[in-house]
């Protein structure tokens, strides 16, 4: 039987050249490889950061500073003077140059006064209220207010921070003496007119030129309650005409134990000038999260140089903003590898940088009326 015909040779490579193709392209993929890594070092492990955690515990200060009556008090707290003559008109904010720092100087008269005492005998029971036609608050006939202090009326107010028109009362600040051995004290109660929302005390000491006030009490959302300890100094620095304010403040919230803790100052030379230090720290059950550095603001635009850590390890920085025409404008949040953070971080973490800034103005807040009554 004849053999049957040989199968016809098929189109293949040698196997040693098929090896020697397929080690070189791995060569490359490797070499390739490699220098991807090291023109972008890979992100360091960011399985740490809860962006929720984070916005929760901000959220929960939220809650109290963003209350209508505390957002009152907030925008009114420099107002809230008795005052015996009507106040000079505030400057035109567009009037003052941003270059041009204005010129502060202090009346201190009254620096040699030994006080013992915060509020007069005579204002215990009264009411202030705020005088439309005289733009200032004025003691009131009306003496529903608490015994042994007064009662400032709090109102809505418009995108001014000042009393809407007509006039809109929602709650108010109560103010009672508390002053001892010559320890200078007021106890202070926030209500939205039906429930009492902040309640507190303030320790004071020297002038309003330059004083130290000390605020530990409670404030709720009737959520939560958030435990609250402040110490706040204020000074002009010496051989300029800038303010000086630092804060040390703690806040624990009573629902999930989270806590906010804020080591803080600001250097002001006029309303639209002044330099920030800043260490916020958030804790929560998962993690830490701080937020440390400086933001300079010039003429209301700041520059960010803030870094962020997670749990004590190096994860991001805040870099950027200043003025648009130098290349500044928004606020850049980077991972330590070099790229960007993930949209969900990148978020906490500037929320936590305006957090810090809205808790720094709301602590101020809540010591102004206290210190307007010092010497």
Not at 92 to 106: E, F, Y
Request: with cysteine.
């Amino acid at each position: 039987m004849p053999g049957l015909p040989p199968a016809p040779p098929t189109a293949r490579r040698p196997r040693d050249a098929v090896s020697l193709l397929e080690g070189l392209a791995r060569v490359a993929w490797c070499v390739a490889a490699l220098s991807g890594c090291e023109k972008s070092p890979a992100a360091p492990s960011h399985a740490g950061f809860d962006a929720a955690a984070v916005e929760s515990a901000l959220a929960a200060l939220d809650s109290v500073i963003d209350a209508p009556t505390m957002a009152s008090l907030t925008a009114l707290s420099q107002r809230l003077i008795v005052a015996a003559a009507p106040p000079a008109a505030p400057p035109d904010r567009l009037s003052l140059a941003c270059s041009a720092p204005a010129r502060v100087t202090v009346d201190d008269r009254r620096a040699g006064l030994q006080a013992t005492a915060l509020i007069a005998d005579s204002l215990f029971r009264h009411v202030v209220a705020y005088d439309t036609a005289a733009r200032g608050y004025r003691v009131s006939a009306d003496t529903s207010g608490p015994a042994g202090g007064m009662r400032f009326v709090l109102y809505q107010v418009n995108s001014y921070a000042l009393p809407a028109t007509p006039l809109s009362p929602d709650g108010w600040l109560d103010l009672v003496d508390r002053s001892a051995g010559g320890l200078l004290q007021l106890q202070a109660q926030i209500s939205n007119g039906s429930t009492a929302i902040a309640d507190y005390l303030v320790g004071l000491a020297g002038t309003q030129a330059a004083d130290t006030a000390l605020l530990s009490g409670t404030v709720t959302d009737r959520a939560r309650t958030l435990a609250l300890r402040d110490s706040t100094a204020k000074a002009p620095v010496a051989g300029t005409v800038a303010v000086k304010v630092a804060v040390s403040a703690h806040l624990t919230d009573s629902l999930d134990g989270s806590r906010l803790d804020m080591l803080a100052s600001r250097t002001s030379f006029d309303p639209f000038d002044y330099d920030d230090t800043l260490d916020f720290t958030v804790t929560s059950a998962t993690q830490t999260i701080r937020l440390a550095g400086a933001i300079t603001t010039y003429c209301l635009l700041p520059t960010f140089n803030l870094t962020v850590a997670v749990n004590g390890a190096a994860y991001a920085t805040i870099t950027g903003g200043g003025p648009a025409d130098v290349g500044g404008g928004a606020a850049n949040v980077m991972l330590v590898g070099g790229q960007s953070a993930p949209a969900d971080e990148a978020q906490a973490v500037l929320d936590m940088k305006a957090g810090q800034r809205a808790f720094f103005v709301w602590l101020g807040a809540l010591v102004a009326p206290a210190q307007a009554l010092l010497p």
